[in-house]
């Protein structure tokens, strides 16, 4: 969205500076090298015709004619924007006042007998804080519902300029200089400030009210333009009924459709509402949650995004491998050719999404991507121009190089398009993934493969309504150039007056200029690249089904050579990324204490009650250690888990006073009056610390990966399990130090009798024995579990997507429903916690927040 903006943006700009080159007279000169070199040069050549006069003094009589002044140079230029809602304002305008004006003006005298030339120097008066001031108004009128400017006229124009300087040549003596010097430089004085007006107003009013209607009239073109052709064939071939067949994508790829259609669920039922609250709701507190959002669980993908980067709004370099997307140049005609460049960007106002949708597949055969928010977004990019010359330009000399800094901000904002991706169902079922693979290699012989299956392409839609509140640009650096200065914010307050008075115009053409030229623009961009990638490199039906690499030989991931595992082994094991996992967890704990503290659920039946009456986790923000998928090189990953800060030495006193072990506390009260009966519970533990480590023996075949078709990897979740040959979790022993349990009990009875029970692991020692035995054995069994129904995956995979996909019984149906649901435990749910881990590694380099 930025980039198109900046473009108007840009040509708006340019064509009011071309606008005023136009109007010089004379030959160009003193033109520098600068944005604003065609006003320099406009100003320079600004001619003032003075009319003739004719002085008597004494017995003399001196005429002066041909006077004309020239050579204008300006030294600030103060703006106002004044909107048509101040009264006693009937239209919007924009208020100038100049000051440190300057000109030469040079003409003829004749005098009895004698004649010759003359000149002068003009300046502001000194009495004056001004040299000139004018009001550019901008007339308002409405075409087809729509507020616009339809003229500018020029008003309350003054000008205070005063000749300080006269020169004679010729034969004049100095005593008839001295005569005449006086009134001819009262005349020039008042005859420069007189015609200067009528001449500023003759320009503004006819070449901006002109350069008015071509806007309006581009505007208008862009709200009121018809639907254009946007489908892009990918071949030179047309559509024919008959000649194949188009697949469908909930048909043919059902495990991307699932999955991107579950996606979008999980995003748009958890975009403002925590997982955390499901769990609330069920113990049915309703009390407000705390600002702070502890990523995801409290506040959604909002809060999520809210707690990752600290105030909503994030910041990026745009890298030199997306050039493509981030260069145009153009030429405006009669002026330069212009070369832009995004390097960086600034969003603010991403944590307040109404709706966001990215790629949701629907029946129509369309991917579906919507954002809308609440507040808008504001977006600062920095621009690099280049502007260079063209014959017969407004602009001329070296190459000029500037950067700017575009500001839009909004108060409103949804951005939605439609795209249409169709294959042609054949080769969809034969095409390598192998190609993909490569693809990514560099090879565009592979890229051409990639995409070959794509039959047609088209974006069927690209929409955005926004309400725009400001669109700025200031120079990143500054040359010293006051005026150059002063004339940016004169065009920001031409930008505030359209945005304030012309709102709904602009939101409008914004939404015609995506809908229309841009869509256009990228539809067609994108049928020229596809068709010239596949002919360039001859793709076709058998060079994308073969692949040289066959099963007879293995190509095993080896995990140490992947960049990113070693890269996240590095940030896990980072001092600021343990200091962002232990703020989260307790932050998860605080939040957590203080909801069930305040609400003190209570579970009632038939009479009977449970009420926790209190919950204390303390210290749970005390992991030393955190390991997840650390490569080796022998085809094995490693996890381990080291938690509590309590050395091996350290006695039961010292856990929790000299130490900081995770300790949980509970306080449970159980009514049962049918009974006549009353509990108070008091459940204790702590642990000084515990460590725990998993390791997994993977081969993963990619010559398999790669001899597996789109049909495959994107029909069935199995076939990404089939490249595995093996895949064995190890589990070593856990270690706890100084493990504590506690149950203190008061039972009431019926007779108001008293029972009080005292029970602690220090008292029984066999208790932590028989706990650490049980903690082993399920760790054990989980192992195992995990083992047994990666094989079955394995064995299912290899079945079905090796090409060789056999008849399966009932009871072979109801095994897959179970692997396939073991498969949904044993990886999403991994998957889900490392999201988590990846979150508390990006938090890394953010700024650490007060809570």
């Avoid at 039959?455 to 929409?463: G, N, P, V, W």
């Avoid at 990404?720 to 190890?730: G, H, K, Q, V």
Wanted: with cysteine.
């Amino acid at each position: 969205m930025g980039r198109k903006v900046i473009l108007v943006f840009a040509i708006f700009i340019l064509i009011i500076e071309s606008a005023l080159s136009s109007v010089g007279l004379g030959e160009k000169s003193h033109c520098g090298n600068h944005r604003y070199s065609p006003l320099d040069c406009w100003l320079w050549n600004l001619e003032v015709a003075i009319p003739d006069q004719t002085f008597d003094e004494s017995i003399f009589r001196l005429s002066v004619v041909e006077m004309i002044c020239t050579h204008f140079e300006v030294a600030s230029i103060q703006s106002t924007f004044i909107p048509s809602t101040t009264a006693p304002q009937k239209y919007p305008s924009v208020d100038l006042s100049v000051a440190g004006i300057s000109a030469s003006c040079t003409g003829k005298y004749k005098t009895t007998g004698l004649s010759g030339s003359l000149s002068a120097s003009l300046s502001q008066s000194p009495s004056t804080p001004e040299a000139l001031q004018i009001s550019l108004e901008f007339e308002t009128g409405y075409l087809h519902k729509l507020r616009m400017a339809t003229a500018v006229s020029a008003k309350q124009c003054g000008a205070n300029l005063e000749c300080n300087d006269i020169t004679f040549s010729g034969s004049v003596s100095a005593k008839v200089i001295n005569l005449f010097k006086r009134s001819i430089r009262n005349y020039i004085s008042k005859a420069v400030s007189t015609q200067l007006c009528p001449v500023l107003k003759l320009t503004a009013d006819k070449q901006l009210t002109d350069l008015i209607k071509k806007v309006d009239e581009y505007l208008m073109g862009l709200i009121s333009q018809k639907d254009s052709e946007v489908a892009v064939i990918a071949s030179e071939r047309q559509l024919q009924s008959n000649s194949y067949d188009l697949f469908t994508w909930r048909r043919d790829a059902p495990l991307l459709w699932k999955t991107l259609d579950f996606f979008n669920y999980i995003l748009n039922r958890y975009l403002n509402h925590g997982l955390f609250l499901d769990f609330l709701s069920l113990l049915k507190l309703d009390h407000d949650l705390p600002d702070y959002d502890c990523g995801f669980f409290y506040h959604g993908v909002n809060g999520f995004l809210r707690d990752l980067t600290g105030d909503g709004s994030m910041e990026f370099d745009l890298p030199s491998s997306l050039s493509s997307l981030t260069n145009f140049s153009f030429v405006i005609p009669k002026y330069a050719a212009m070369s832009i460049e995004l390097k960086h960007i600034r969003i603010e106002g991403i944590d307040g999404f109404k709706k966001l949708t990215v790629l949701k597949p629907s029946i129509q055969e369309t991917f579906w991507t919507e954002v809308s928010t609440t507040e808008g977004l504001n977006l600062t990019t920095m621009v690099e121009i280049q502007v260079s010359t063209i014959p017969g330009g407004a602009f001329q000399g070296d190459t000029l190089l500037e950067t700017l800094n575009v500001s839009i901000d909004t108060s409103s904002l949804n951005v939605s398009s439609s795209v249409k991706l169709n294959m042609e169902k054949s080769r969809f079922a034969t095409t390598r993934f192998s190609h993909v693979i490569s693809a990514f290699n560099g090879s565009e012989v592979d890229l051409a493969c990639s995409i070959f299956p794509i039959e047609s392409f088209a974006i069927e839609s690209l929409s955005a309504m926004a309400s725009f509140e400001v669109l700025s640009f200031t120079p990143k650096e500054s040359d010293g150039r006051s005026l150059e200065k002063d004339i940016d914010a004169v065009l920001n307050n031409f930008l505030r007056l359209f945005i304030h008075e012309y709102g709904n115009l602009v939101t409008l053409s914004f939404s015609g200029l995506l809908d229309g030229p841009i869509r256009d623009a990228a539809t067609k961009t994108a049928k020229r690249y596809l068709h010239k990638l596949i002919t360039d490199n001859h793709a076709s039906g058998s060079l994308c089904s073969n692949t040289s690499r066959t099963l007879s030989s293995s190509d095993y991931i080896d995990f140490s050579d992947i960049n990113i595992l070693r890269k996240l082994d590095t940030y896990l094991n980072d001092t600021g990324t343990i200091l962002n996992v232990n703020n989260f967890l307790e932050c998860i704990s605080g939040v957590l204490n203080s909801q069930l503290n305040s609400a003190k659920p209570k579970i009632a039946f038939e009479g009977d009650s449970l009420e926790l009456r209190r919950l204390e986790i303390e210290n749970s923000g005390t992991v030393q250690r955190l390991e997840l998928l650390s490569p080796s090189t022998d085809y094995h990953l490693f996890n381990s888990f080291n938690w509590g800060r309590c050395p091996r030495n350290t006695s039961f006193a010292d856990v929790n006073t000299n130490c900081a072990g995770p300790r949980f506390i509970a306080e449970i009260e159980i009514d049962l009056p049918r009974a006549n009966m009353s509990a108070a519970i008091n459940l204790t533990s702590s642990i000084g610390s515990f460590q725990s480590s998993t390791s997994a023996f993977i081969l993963y075949d990619m010559n398999r990966l790669r001899n597996l078709t789109y049909a495959d990897v994107m029909s069935q979740d199995v076939c990404i399990i089939s490249p595995l040959d093996e895949a064995t979790i190890f589990a070593s022993p856990q270690v706890f130090e100084k493990l504590f349990f506690g149950l203190a009990a008061e039972v009431k009875g019926a007779n108001g009798s008293l029972f009080v029970l005292d029970l602690n692991s220090s008292t029984y020692e066999q208790s932590i024995s028989v706990f650490k035995s049980a903690s082993s054995w399920f760790q054990m069994f989980i192992g195992e579990y995990i083992n047994r129904s990666l094989s079955h995956s394995m064995s299912i995979g290899k079945s079905k997507c090796d090409g060789s996909l056999q008849t399966t019984s009932n009871d072979m149906k109801n095994q897959e429903r179970t692997i396939n649901f073991l498969i949904v435990i044993n990886y999403l749910l991994p998957i889900y916690i490392l999201m988590h881990i990846m979150y508390v590694v990006i938090k890394l380099r953010m700024p650490q927040r007060e809570r």
